[in-house]
């Protein structure tokens, strides 16, 4: 049976072990990838001009016609769920037999919703793997997929039907390795391969989408791969795609030390490229700084979010102290290891003084590589959406835009209307934290004093401070920076003749 996965953004692993399983039973797969060139989903180059401009949408549509699927399979993002619905319509326009199946974070907590959409036959709840290849085969052998687990879809009358969801894959090594080949002509892998050697997240993070799949699957959503299989899937792509960079993409990498140093020790040894991964302030100590660096971590990433401790325990969940992320911060410091930090924007109740105290507290650090800002949002299933929705923080009108995917994304807003902090305010320190190395310590004391002073890094045009952050990048040796350039340019390569967008 032939399944073509349609994707809106980059690389997806999700999509990658999915297609390995369909391979490994037999089945034929693709790809039909509109990239979302300056899209909402692009921290640094978005443009909604832009965007319109190298919109790919008709790329998208040429691969159906060129690959003649047996069935479709959508994954949906809230933030790409307008984009699904309109690329389904065109699907069935075009060739009204062919199966569609929507899965992924979206339809996984928004199910009713999704199973509105006429164009969408059938959607699959949390993991895929098995759904998916339980559908193709049922499919391809024209028996009933209506008992299947995780799957929903409409009954005769137009009613949702929701199956049970079934047992979590229990072992991650018995996954084939991810099938990169998928996206082999639209990603580089030389320059970056990313991995990821576990599923879920042993934290609860009020706005994560991790502690929304917890709550759903039950303590047994956090699980890790073999050190020994992460290890062999590196050998074997290192001798593919000869990469020269690692991305451990588990949203936190330094959890169990005996595994991290079995990890970590065999990396050495065996694929000896410089790597980067997400950490934990509370976690992080002498030896595991050691450990990381001497294994050629190049940066750690660290999710903060506020230095206000109140928001920070009680709105977004987390339990580490300022105390503690010094701490850690003084210790990358110590050994040379450099860092990020995640500050997000847009808390309920958070005023400008937290966005000036956060620069004080960035502003000492010496081997903080760069801030990443980002908006909260909103998404079904979680926790902070639930509790904001009973505090009268989102109205009904604002709930029914999350749930039609109007929610936003986590750098250019969310669904909050009445911002507590100025916009021009909130952009003015985003763009601070951006350029804090070359923001004086007189600016920062004069924000810390009159935090209004923010509306002056306001000003400053967005192409200027995408050239400074370059600068920035080239000052720290952060080669990520120019591998972004690299990745647009070679996109933007490939699209040409490829650009076209739907009527609304």
Request: net charge neutral; charged share 25%.
């Amino acid at each position: 049976m032939k399944v073509l996965f349609a994707h809106l953004g980059r690389e997806h692993l999700g999509v990658e072990y999915m297609s390995a399983v369909l391979k490994q039973q037999g089945h034929e797969t693709s790809l039909a990838l509109d990239p979302g060139l300056f899209g909402i989903n692009d921290n640094v180059f978005h443009n909604a001009r832009l965007e319109r401009r190298f919109d790919q949408s008709k790329r998208v549509l040429r691969a159906l016609e060129e690959h003649r699927p047996d069935l479709a399979a959508f994954t949906v993002y809230t933030s790409t769920f307008p984009w699904a619905l309109r690329m389904a319509r065109e699907f069935k326009r075009r060739s009204p037999r062919t199966p569609i199946v929507f899965g992924g974070l979206h339809p996984t907590f928004e199910p009713e919703r999704t199973l509105q959409c006429p164009d969408a036959d059938f959607i699959i709840r949390g993991e895929g793997e098995g759904a998916l290849c339980d559908l193709a085969h049922a499919l391809e052998h024209g028996t009933d997929p209506r008992e299947i687990p995780n799957l929903g879809y409409r009954a005769h009358d137009g009613s949702p039907v929701l199956n049970p969801l079934r047992p979590l894959i229990g072992n991650l090594d018995a996954l084939p390795f991810p099938d990169k080949g998928l996206f082999e002509r639209d990603v580089n892998f030389r320059n970056d391969y990313i991995v990821l050697c576990s599923r879920g997240c042993p934290h609860r993070c009020s706005y994560c989408c991790e502690n929304a799949l917890h709550r759903l699957h039950g303590p047994g959503w956090y699980r890790r791969r073999s050190a020994e299989s992460v290890l062999l899937e590196l050998e074997e792509m290192k001798a593919r795609y000869r990469f020269r960079e690692v991305m451990f993409n588990d949203p936190i990498l330094l959890t169990h030390r005996g595994w991290l140093e079995e990890l970590l020790e065999g990396y050495r040894r065996r694929i000896r490229f410089p790597f980067r991964c997400f950490g934990q302030p509370a976690l992080m100590t002498d030896a595991m700084a050691l450990l990381l660096k001497h294994s050629g971590c190049q940066c750690v990433e660290f999710g903060l979010q506020t230095v206000n401790e109140d928001l920070k325990r009680k709105t977004l969940g987390r339990t580490e102290t300022n105390d503690q992320a010094l701490n850690a911060f003084r210790i990358c410091d110590r050994h040379g290891l450099p860092f990020d930090i995640d500050h997000m924007f847009g808390l309920p109740g958070e005023c400008a003084a937290d966005h000036a105290r956060a620069l004080d507290f960035y502003k000492p650090l010496r081997r903080l590589n760069r801030i990443k800002t980002h908006q909260l949002v909103y998404f079904p299933g979680t926790a902070i959406t639930e509790e904001a929705a009973e505090r009268g923080i989102l109205a009904p009108d604002d709930l029914e835009r999350i749930r039609s995917g109007e929610a936003g994304d986590f750098f250019h807003g969310g669904t909050r209307i009445d911002a507590e902090v100025d916009k021009q305010i909130t952009r003015g320190f985003a763009t601070a934290m951006k350029l804090l190395p070359l923001v004086p310590r007189a600016a920062v004391r004069a924000l810390s004093e009159n935090p209004d002073r923010a509306v002056f890094f306001a000003r400053i045009p967005g192409p200027i401070v995408i050239l400074l952050q370059a600068i920035i990048a080239l000052l720290h040796g952060d080669y990520r920076f120019p591998l972004y350039i690299k990745y647009y340019a070679l996109r933007l390569w490939r699209a040409r003749g490829n650009t076209g967008a739907l009527p609304e």
